[in-house]
T-cell receptor, first 113, second 114 residues
């Protein structure tokens, strides 16, 4: 089946630093999504991207849909302690069972105050 | 405005016991999903239901059964629990399979099988 490679697996950063993570696939997607999971909770949608080359922001978060449609990037600027959690990328194609989301394995972010 | 509600939040089972994890959504979504999350493995799809009356296997269906009771409810059953089924289970829903707006997740059920 389709696989997503998400990197890095984990990050330990100082408060105020910027963060970058990415996701790559061997196949193309029509949609890329980024989720955040806080401890003890389910994943929550942060950003959705629908067009190759699209750059979308949500506060301090910026995500990009790669031009090849096989990758996506998430950047967090000026990190704060509440950014702690696991960030998942997900790719999707439309229609039937192929429309199910394919998830990366997550990037665990730790922020030191 | 609860979204996706899962019960119970925590459960400890003995090997061989059975149990059903409950999930309900109040967003009038057509599609529902069950995932398990294990350290370093991400989210793996167990079963999904594209619409009321249909269910399909996902990536890791062995040892599980599901029932789409009605449009709101989708349950996951472990008939004979095994230690390998120790995990955190998430239910999710979407407007339809392939909806470009992603899934809404519940807060999870943490299951330990001893």
């Amino acid at each position: 089946g389709q696989q997503l490679n998400q990197s890095p697996q984990s990050m330990f950063i100082q408060e105020g630093e910027d963060v970058s993570m990415n996701c790559t696939s061997s196949s193309i997607f029509n949609t890329w999504l980024w989720y955040k999971q806080e401890p003890g909770e389910g994943p929550v949608l942060l950003i959705a991207l629908y067009k190759a080359g699209e750059l979308t922001s949500n506060g301090r978060l910026t995500a990009q849909f790669g031009i090849t449609r096989k990758d996506s990037f998430l950047n967090i600027s000026a990190s704060i302690p509440s950014d702690v959690g696991i960030y998942f990328c997900a790719g999707q194609n439309y229609g039937g069972s192929q429309g199910n989301l394919i998830f990366g394995k997550g990037t665990k972010l730790s922020v030191k105050p | 405005n609860a979204g996706v509600t899962q019960t119970p939040k925590f459960q400890v089972l003995k090997t061989g016991q059975s149990m059903t994890l409950q999930c309900a959504q109040d967003m009038n979504h057509n599609s529902m999903y069950w995932y398990r999350q294990d350290p370093g493995m991400g989210l793996r799809l167990i079963y999904y239901s594209a619409s009321e009356g249909t269910t399909d296997k996902g990536e890791v269906p062995n040892g599980y059964n599901v029932s789409r009771l009605n449009k709101r409810e989708f349950s996951l059953r472990l008939e004979s629990a095994a230690p390998s089924q120790t995990s955190v289970y998430f239910c999710a829903s979407s407007a339809r399979t392939g909806s470009p707006y992603g899934y809404t997740f519940g807060s999870g059920t943490r299951l330990t099988v001893v």
